[in-house]
Structures are given as C-alpha cells and as structure tokens.
C-alpha cells in the first residue's frame, strides 16, 4: 500500500512564500505522476500542479502558473510544491496525488493514491 505525507503548510501574509512537501513510501514512480491538488472551504478540490515521476514534464494550473513550482527527488520519491507570492485566494488544504502510471499528458492526472492534506492558510 502506497503512503503518501506532506508537510509544510502553515499561515503566511499575502506575498510570502511556502514550500510543502510530500513523500511516497517505499517505491519508485519513474513511470508515473505526482501532483498536487487544493480544496478551499466550499469549493471542489481543484487541479494545481503535476510533474511526470521521471522528472521533466510539468503541469500547472492557470492561477499558480509563473508563482508555483513544481520538482521532484525521484530517488527519495518526494514532490515539492514551492508556492511564491501567495495570495488569499491561495488558501486551502493542499494534497499530494500519485498516478502510478501515466504516459499521457500529466496535466490529466487521474490519482490512485491520495496524502492526508496540509493546510495553507494566506491572509490579507
């Protein structure tokens, strides 16, 4: 059974930067995709940003794109999500995703495994 754990969310002023991270356990997803997805208050989860688990092929959502980025460590199989100038509307819970295989575009992310969620709370 595949774990996934994030960590690194917290509060930070609007402007600010956060880094959450997430690690897999005990495989290797060289063939796969990882990603990171959000779930604001009374709002459906929401796509934010992929990375093919080879490293290379990246994803993002309009709203993040040129603020976030996304890497991967395909040795230690973690995914970082470096989120740059944040803004209120960037408030949510965070949560890792994992697609054990995908060779198509990473952006269609269909996750089989799911982290627990961290919390990223930005104010005004």
């Known amino acids: 059974q595949v774990q996934l754990v994030e960590s690194g969310g917290g509060l930070v002023q609007a402007g600010g930067s956060l880094r959450v991270s997430c690690a897999a356990s005990g495989r290797t997803f060289s063939r796969g995709v990882m990603g990171w997805f959000r779930q604001a208050p009374g709002k459906e989860r929401e796509f934010v940003a992929a990375i093919r688990g080879s490293g290379g092929d990246t994803a993002y959502a309009d709203s993040v794109r040129d603020r976030f980025t996304i890497s991967i460590d395909s040795i230690k199989v973690a995914v970082y999500l470096q989120m740059n100038n944040l803004k209120p509307e960037d408030t949510a819970v965070y949560y890792c995703?994992?697609?054990?295989?995908?060779?198509?575009?990473?952006?269609?992310?269909?996750?089989?495994?799911w982290g627990q969620g961290t919390q990223v709370t930005v104010s005004s």
């Open positions: 995703a994992l697609e054990t295989f995908r060779l198509g575009a990473v952006a269609s992310i269909r996750p089989d495994y």
